[in-house]
């Protein structure tokens, strides 16, 4: 390891450079000025929003109840802004966050269709040098990866897609202008939660619709409907103790810790029924895995809520043989993304819509008018990739990332991620990820992980700030010890032998390692806090 100490500092353009402008970047450019900091953000799209901004498609909506999944730094805009539904649009978030940057003047300091190329850590100026790819090169003491954990989509890669004579359309870069499906004959490739949300609205405008299903996903009912003006005065009026309990809970979500949890198999028959027809009717696929957490670890537990899920999918579906084919069985339930739908499974007793199972007949290739299978062609005029995304670290991985003796983040990261919690990695001093590998990230409400981190990021660098403290970077024995830990938590559970891309099954050539940390949003919290409260324990200060 060497010395982290460095020269004195430098002066730079900026205390902090941030790349991207989603939730994570936006507030952390807000908290960073009210602590007195300069800061540039560096958005690739030429709006801000992240995720909103670019994921545009039909029936785009988070799967999280607006109300939570929305900042809570301030008690006014949380007032203030109202929200329509229980599950928000895609369109309704951008404006959100439009409101959010226009409300808190963050625009002026952000460089939107502008793309960070390179950040290289200059060791003898204690500095972050990055280069944009409009030829900026700019100096910044910090910098702060505020890139997304889904913010790469996988390109197509299918043989013959570059033949194809219609229209393609990506879901995470769908175009701004309607596209208009009446009468076409149109193909989702996909059924992950992306696509369990785009299909419902296909279905409703195409005159036919083709799903080509590799993987039967589990998905729950949204419940989704409008968000009563009364009910969300009652919400707002007790906003404190709702987002406290999110904070502390599992997920990020205001389902408390249970004291003590019951074991799903010694719970008696008849009220573990009660409890998941409960839950089916309320709908949220937070709240199912929250209220009952041993479903992710124990294979009994999770059989038997998983047959439950497969009999209403049953029950659903009126022709048997598709009913089977979107039966999830080659994974337990929860350990691919558990989806959230508004009538998926409803969709397949439309006269107008196809499922096509690639297990059984995978695609041989795509044609100049539709799409062959190994038993059958079919004709198509447009085609849409639900494929998803290079998750967790597809954007960092994006940038020539040097730390400490020109150290590659790809390199460092050969054999997976390396951080420590999930807030830094050894070898790349002052820079900090948002909701980074091996922190609780995509298996949480994002939007309370990424306050917490935005909140102990800057309080950090105040802290160095008062404390004259040039540099910090995570130790290596503390990194080793919190992957161990991120490894043992995941190996209790059910998650790491499903292929999915919480372990980057879904990339070719992409080390298999489980990324998310599955400790707990609340206890995550406390083990960051106790750090700091630790004058920043694991991490060389220098
Ligand atoms: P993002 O919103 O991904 O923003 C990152 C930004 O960084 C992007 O705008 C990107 O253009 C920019 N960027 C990346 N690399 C560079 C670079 N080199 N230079 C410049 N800019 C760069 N989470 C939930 O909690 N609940 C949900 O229901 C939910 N639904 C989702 C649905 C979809 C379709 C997707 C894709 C994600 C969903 N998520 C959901 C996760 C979602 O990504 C987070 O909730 C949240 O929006 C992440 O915010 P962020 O700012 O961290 O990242």
Redesign the pocket.
Known sequence: MNDPRITPPQATDFDVAI???????LYMLHRLREAGFTARV????DGV???????RYPG?R???ESVD?SYSFSPELEQDWQWSERYPRQPEILAYLNHVADRFDLRRDIELQ????AAHFDEQAGLWRVETDRGQHVTARYCVM??????LPKQPDFPGVERFAGDCYLT?AWPRQDVDLTGKRVGVIGTG??AIQVIPQVARQAAHLTVFQRTANFSVPARNGPLPAAEQQRIKADYRARRDISRDSLFGVPVPMPAAPRRTRDIPPAELRQTLETLWAQGGAMSLLAAAPDVIADPEANAIVAEFVREKIRATVKDPKVAELLCPSTHPLGTKRLCLDTEYYETYNRDNVTLVDLRATPIERITEHGLRTSDAEYPLDVLIFATG?DAMTG?LN??DIRGRGGLALKQAWAQGPQTYLGLASTGFPNMFL??GPQSPS?F????VS?EQHVEWIADCMAYLRQQGIACIEASAPAQAGWVAHVADVANGTLLPQTDSWYVGANVPGKPRVFTPYLGGVGPYRQQCQQVAAKGYEGFELG
């Open positions: 790349v991207g402008a989603g939730f994570a970047g560096y958005e690739a799209g929003g992240g995720t909103w901004y670019w994921n785009a988070c799967d999280i999944y502008t793309r960070v190329t505020a890139t997304g954990c889904l913010s995470a939660s992306t995304f954007a994006g940038i948002i909701t995509v949480s409400n994002m939007v990424i």
